[in-house]
Each structure stands twice: as structure tokens, then as C-alpha cells.
């Protein structure tokens, strides 16, 4: 499925894309574990140029998550991740985890996400956010982190 902006498209990742999307990764400082190409959707430009990822990251205690969402700067702010964060959330119903530096809770919030402490974590978010205490987040100890949880509600 390709869905198609006004200058760019999101489309599922393929093999050629998965040096792009490291490289995002590791510009956007974000957890390098778990890059798998296979799992993410990419926005490309016409040209091909990646300018964004994300992808639905599942863990062994079978929770998701909601990972690895990265906007080349020049894009930020022109809806490239909300575009990939609701396709994310539309192909994968149910609930989603999510880590992400804590300024950056209010933005998923938009997304009907909200911060659980460790009682309603699984273990796989449980030992990431002891983790996360005891190194400092990535190597920013003044940020800290967050888990956010998104439970659709019944219909």
C-alpha cells in the first residue's frame, strides 16, 4: 500500500532502503536496537530520498511497539511522522508501547498515548525502563524517558 502526500509518499521499506534508514536512526539519536527493515515504512520522495521512518518493533513478552520514528530535519514539521504514525497505528490495532525522550510525551498524547508507570508495563518495558534510570537514556541523563501506552477502547 503506498499513501501518497502532496510531495511525498509512504510506502513499506525494502531492502535498498535499509542503509537510509539507519542513518536516520542514528542522526535522530534514537535506539539503534532492532532495525529491521522488514518491519518499518518508509516517506520517500519522488526521487526516492528517504526522509522518514518508523516501524511496529513486537518483543519477546509479545507487546508491541510503536519505534524507530525519524523525519529528516529539513521535513519536521510538515506532518511526514503523523502521516507515518497513523499508518502504523491503522496496520496494527490493539494495544502499543512506545519510549520516547520526555518532551517529546505531549506529541504522542495527540495520538491517544499516555504514560504508564511500571505496574502497567509488560516485562519487556519494565526491564527497558530500569534500564533506561540506571545508564541515562541514550546518553541524555537531563531528558529522561517515558513509556506510553495506547489501549484503543472497545467499540
Known amino acids: 500500500m503506498v499513501i501518497r502526500a502532496a510531495e511525498y509518499s509512504l510506502r513499506p521499506a525494502t531492502a535498498g532502503?535499509?542503509?537510509?534508514i539507519h542513518s536516520l536512526i542514528h542522526a535522530a539519536r534514537i535506539n539503534p536496537?532492532?532495525?529491521?527493515w522488514h518491519r518499518f515504512v518508509v516517506a520517500v520522495l519522488a526521487d526516492g530520498e528517504v526522509i522518514g521512518?518508523?516501524?511496529?518493533?513486537p518483543h519477546k513478552d509479545d507487546s508491541r511497539e510503536l519505534a524507530s520514528i525519524a523525519v529528516t530535519p529539513a521535513w519536521r514539521g510538515n506532518g511526514v511522522?503523523?502521516?507515518i504514525?497513523?499508518?502504523l497505528m491503522a496496520v496494527s490495532p490493539g494495544p502499543l508501547?512506545?519510549?520516547?525522550?520526555a518532551r517529546l510525551g505531549p506529541f504522542y498524547e495527540r495520538f491517544?498515548?499516555?504514560?504508564?508507570?511500571?505496574?502497567?508495563?509488560t516485562r519487556s518495558f519494565r526491564r527497558l525502563s530500569r534500564l533506561a534510570r540506571l545508564v541515562g537514556f541514550i546518553g541524555l541523563e537531563d531528558e529522561g524517558m517515558l513509556v506510553m501506552?495506547?489501549?484503543p477502547s472497545p467499540e
Open 17 to 20: 532502503d535499509a542503509a537510509a
Open 33 to 36: 536496537a532492532g532495525l529491521d
Open 53 to 57: 521512518c518508523g516501524q511496529i518493533k
Open 81 to 83: 511522522a503523523r502521516l
Open 85 to 87: 504514525i497513523e499508518h
Open 97 to 101: 508501547y512506545l519510549t520516547c525522550r
Open 112 to 121: 491517544g498515548f499516555r504514560v504508564v508507570g511500571e505496574g502497567e508495563m
Open 149 to 151: 501506552l495506547r489501549s
